[in-house]
């Protein structure tokens, strides 16, 4: 067969120069590799593609035998460098040279194959990383006699290491910044990673949860009919915002209103294999909502109140007037005397009632100045206690350290004392009123708690409400605690109100303080 046709034969070609007759001439030897031949060039090729190479270690006489690969991985040339165990270790740094000794000894001792990962500088100042699988091979009286061993450079896979250290490092961050509770999921619904926010919102660890499958039931849907969302998030990939009115179940059992989203975790492939819920406690949020509410209602019907209120005061007015000439004209009629007297009289409680209006209507300027909120309470308490009944006991606890706020004295007593009549008035039967002061952030908290009757779960989102009352007919005119919620609300200040009936009410103010004696 011609030489050019044998594509699949390796030759090993010898240059060789000999004297023929008086010329110097070139001897060309042109050999076939055997098998064996080409495995081991094959071998070689694959080594350095692979950057993998084997070391030899003669115990008796210390020698240490490289690979060509090997010299590649250190970066040295071979011939230039000689391997021996005190060299080789010169490329780790101090601390770590004690690291491969004490793992091939370890081998020894167990008569084991053994493995360790090192990190090496080559002489131009690169660093790299190589694992190195090694056996001890012992002669037949049971003497070490060689260690032989494989090295490979694993820097790219020790990089990309690294690379996802860093990453995970990053979202570590970020997520331990987030406000917000983050809630990773795996394909079946069970938590597999939570961000602080999320811990101290639910009360929970990671570890509560294990075998838990839909996150432990933590969320409550209130929509019976709809889809769980994160079932259908899982399903369908989708991405879901949680329904309106979802509860938070914390650990310590209190439900806490939340809203946000959840999306799907897709791998590479796109196979959902978990979710990502982001959640917030919105019972701050919806406290402000229903108090922006509430502030724009009265807006209104205080405008409303004010138009009416001076309209209905010039009717009163002419009804009063011409009461007053009916009586000059039929003087000694005590009939018709005594029915004029009926039209005085409930024509001057419709004035008070008017009046009453104007007052709850009417935009006059606080009287903002610096005062102290504890001397204000001692003032109404020390009105309370000579007006409500010997039954009620007064108990107070102005636990606030810092008490200074800027208002309108004048109108937050009126508030104080309008709140304690009401107290008193629910407690028919004797009882406690419990006026008490704390510090919350940069504000005041104040409540205003009694041991009555309570207040029936249908009427609080009313109870500020003008002209709402649970009183009998003539006994209140409902805008008591209006007037009280446009005070705190002058003061820039919010107002709640909790009750239970049965054990009681409590209604807590909050006002902002201030620092500086001077301001």
């Given at each position: 067969m011609p030489l050019e046709q044998n594509r699949f034969l390796?030759?090993?070609?010898?240059?060789?120069?000999?004297?023929?007759?008086?010329?110097?001439?070139?001897?060309?030897?042109?050999?076939?590799?055997?098998?064996?031949?080409?495995?081991?060039?094959?071998?070689?090729?694959?080594?350095?593609?692979?950057?993998?190479?084997?070391?030899?270690w003669h115990i008796p006489t210390g020698q240490v035998v490289w690979s060509d690969e090997v010299y590649n991985i250190f970066g040295v040339k071979k011939g230039e460098f000689i391997p021996s165990i005190d060299r080789i270790l010169l490329f780790s740094r101090e601390e770590e040279r004690g690291i491969a000794p004490?793992?091939?000894?370890?081998?020894?001792?167990?008569?084991?194959?053994?493995?360790?990962?090192?990190?090496?500088?080559?002489?131009?100042?690169?660093?790299?990383?190589?694992?190195?699988?090694?056996?001890?091979?012992?002669?037949?009286?049971?003497?070490?006699?060689y260690i032989k061993g494989t090295a490979h450079d694993i820097t790219r896979i020790k990089r990309a290491e690294q690379e996802t250290r860093e990453r995970e490092r990053r979202l570590k961050t970020?997520?331990?910044?987030?406000?917000?509770?983050?809630?990773?999921?795996?394909?079946?619904?069970?938590?597999?990673?939570?961000?602080?926010?999320?811990?101290?919102?639910?009360?929970?660890?990671?570890?509560?949860?294990?075998?838990c499958p839909d996150m432990g039931g933590i969320f409550r849907y209130h929509d019976g009919e709809a889809e769980n969302p994160l079932k259908k998030v899982l399903r369908t990939g989708e991405f879901q915002t949680l329904p309106e009115n979802t509860l938070l179940l914390t650990a310590g059992g209190r439900a806490c209103p939340v809203a946000d989203s959840m999306a799907p975790v897709r791998d590479t492939q796109g196979h959902i294999t978990g979710a990502v819920i982001v959640f917030r406690d919105i019972t701050e949020e919806l406290r402000l909502q229903e108090s922006l509410i509430q502030s724009q209602k009265m807006e209104a019907i205080g405008r409303l109140a004010a138009g009416i209120a001076h309209?209905?005061?010039?009717?009163?007015?002419?009804?009063?007037?011409?009461?007053?000439?009916?009586?000059?004209?039929?003087?000694?009629?005590?009939?018709?005397?005594?029915?004029?007297?009926?039209?005085?009289?409930?024509a001057e409680q419709a004035a008070e009632l008017t009046s009453s209006l104007l007052s709850f209507s009417r935009k006059e300027p606080l009287a903002r100045k610096p005062l102290f909120l504890h001397i204000c309470i001692g003032k109404v308490v020390a009105i309370l206690s000579k007006t409500i009944g010997s039954n009620i006991k007064i108990e107070t606890m102005l636990e606030a350290e810092a008490d200074r706020i800027k208002g309108d004295e004048a109108r937050l007593q009126s508030a104080l004392m309008n709140l304690g009549i009401n107290a008193s008035q629910a407690m028919a039967k004797g009882g406690v009123l419990t006026i008490r002061t704390g510090r919350e952030g940069e504000s005041i908290l104040l409540e205003v708690r009694d041991s009555g009757s309570g207040i029936a779960p249908e009427n609080l989102p009313r109870?500020?409400?003008?002209?709402?009352?649970?009183?009998?007919?003539?006994?209140?005119?409902?805008?008591?605690?209006?007037?009280?919620?446009?005070?705190?609300r002058d003061h820039r200040g919010t107002i709640g109100v909790s009750s239970e009936q049965g054990k009681g009410t409590s209604f807590q103010i909050r006002l902002p303080l201030i620092d500086s004696p001077d301001t």
């Open positions: 390796e030759y090993q070609v010898l240059l060789e120069p000999i004297q023929l007759e008086d010329e110097l001439s070139i001897l060309i030897r042109i050999t076939p590799l055997s098998d064996q031949d080409q495995i081991i060039a094959r071998q070689e090729e694959a080594q350095s593609i692979a950057h993998f190479g084997y070391w030899d004490q793992l091939i000894q370890r081998s020894i001792d167990e008569r084991r194959p053994g493995w360790y990962e090192m990190r090496i500088f080559r002489p131009d100042g690169e660093e790299r990383w190589y694992e190195s699988n090694f056996e001890p091979l012992f002669d037949g009286e049971g003497t070490l006699e970020i997520l331990d910044s987030i406000g917000d509770g983050v809630i990773v999921t795996d394909g079946e619904g069970k938590i597999c990673l939570m961000n602080p926010a999320a811990e101290q919102l639910t009360g929970r660890r990671v570890s509560d949860f294990e075998d309209d209905f005061n010039n009717m009163l007015g002419g009804i009063l007037g011409s009461c007053d000439l009916l009586r000059h004209s039929i003087a000694g009629d005590e009939t018709v005397g005594d029915h004029l007297d009926i039209i005085v009289n409930a109870i500020f409400d003008p002209f709402f009352t649970t009183k009998d007919r003539g006994e209140g005119t409902g805008l008591g605690l209006a007037a009280v919620f446009n005070t705190v």
